[in-house]
Nanobody, 124 residues
Framework: VQLQASGGGLVQAGGSLRLSCVASGRTFSSSYTGWFRQAPGKEREFVVGMSWSGGTTSYADSVKGRFTISRDNAKNTMYLQMNSLKAEDTAVYYC??????????????????WGQGTLVTVSS
């Protein structure tokens, strides 16, 4: 599985962005997926995860109520809608997928496939 993230850019605080992650291969619909981010000078951190059906999600406290994960298995694509962006959301955002039929949520090591990252910059 190869993942390709896109949609990052520069936005003012309070604004919105939608990230996309397109997966190659036929196992995407059987994989837990998630978004992580890495801010300058900091370690990569969990943002949100979703089960293969989309029925289970888990959000980091810092983004609850502002970010929404979704997926379209028919298009092998997942999305991250980010609203009410803050300067502290500035980071490179990575999409990730676990091996098929393996559970994964907030732990980075649970994910096997990673996208290349897309930069989100929020100006205050």
């Amino acid at each position: 599985v190869q993942l390709q993230a896109s949609g990052g850019g520069l936005v003012q605080a309070g604004g919105s962005l939608r990230l996309s992650c397109v997966a190659s291969g036929r196992t995407f619909s059987s994989s837990y997926t998630g978004w992580f981010r890495q801010a300058p000078g900091k370690e990569r951190e969990f943002v949100v995860g979703m089960s293969w059906s989309g029925g289970t999600t888990s959000y980091a406290d810092s983004v609850k109520g502002r970010f929404t994960i979704s997926r379209d298995n028919a298009k092998n694509t997942m999305y991250l809608q980010m609203n009410s962006l803050k300067a502290e959301d500035t980071a490179v955002y990575y999409c990730a997928a676990a091996r098929p039929f393996r559970r994964a949520m907030g732990v980075e090591e649970e994910y096997h496939y990673w996208g290349q990252g897309t930069l989100v910059t929020v100006s205050s």
